[in-house]
């Protein structure tokens, strides 16, 4: 279900208004579409959201190819298997979960000569989870070394998924340590400018250790609908 214009309007406020209070300029709303139908999409991108975050790669093209009469920006936040590098090349616009040097020759690679660089972020493995995506904090760098000598890539920042916790100075610290870790990157790195991490119940608490993307999906679009996703 879309959400309404009010009910996004609210959203929007809200990351405002914790991006003054964190003081560190303004934060982006990442529309995270996954499992949503492509009408959905459509009825957000009416209400001016232009940025949509999905998880799998044949399901993101299936919607990008319905929604073709618009431009919209695409991200893949979920983890990428080595065979569909080229697809995200070619289709994407930005990568949010690069966690392992042997993705970076195949997006460049396939990269279009003629599109801008692929934006992408390191995916970091925070609380060092068994079943998670990301890299480790000591692996940043080197990644980070690598994708800078491929043109057709554009190292833009960090991504994480903290460990779900059920208390807020939990989840804190994860954020605290990941701005940390940005800061570290950005003294190599200076261009970078993007650190990507809260979600729907916590964007607020991450926005205020840094954030400034955040993911957010079901207070956009409510509950996701119980179906089996396309990978």
């Not at 949503?36 to 959201?49: K, N, S, Y």
């Not at 690069?98 to 396939?110: F, G, M, V």
């Amino acid at each position: 279900m879309p959400s309404s214009p009010a009910a996004r309007q609210a959203l929007l406020e809200r990351i405002d208004a914790a991006a003054r209070g964190a003081g560190h300029g303004s934060a982006h709303l990442l529309a995270v579409s996954k499992t949503q139908p492509a009408e959905a999409v459509r009825a957000l991108a009416a209400q001016g959201q232009r940025a949509f975050g999905e998880n799998y790669v044949q399901e993101a093209l299936a919607k990008q190819r319905e929604l073709a009469d618009l431009t919209l920006e695409w991200h893949l936040i979920g983890p990428l298997q080595s065979n569909k590098c080229r697809e995200v090349a070619l289709h994407f616009d930005w990568l949010q979960s690069l966690d392992r040097a042997k993705l970076i020759a195949p997006l460049a690679q396939h990269r279009p000569a003629g599109r801008e660089p692929l934006n992408v972020l390191i995916q970091v493995n925070i609380d060092d989870e068994a079943s998670k995506s990301g890299c480790k904090p000591d692996e940043i760098a080197a990644l980070a070394a690598r994708i800078v000598t491929e043109p057709a890539l554009r190292l833009r920042g960090l991504m994480a998924i903290p460990a779900p916790a059920p208390d807020a100075e939990t989840r804190r610290a994860a954020f605290a340590h990941m701005r940390e870790l940005f800061d570290a990157l950005r003294v190599e790195h200076p261009a970078i400018d993007t650190l990507s991490m809260g979600m729907s119940d916590d964007f607020e608490l991450a926005i205020a250790e840094g954030a400034n993307l955040v993911r957010i999906g079901t207070a956009l679009f409510g509950a996701r609908p119980m179906t089996r996703a396309s990978r």
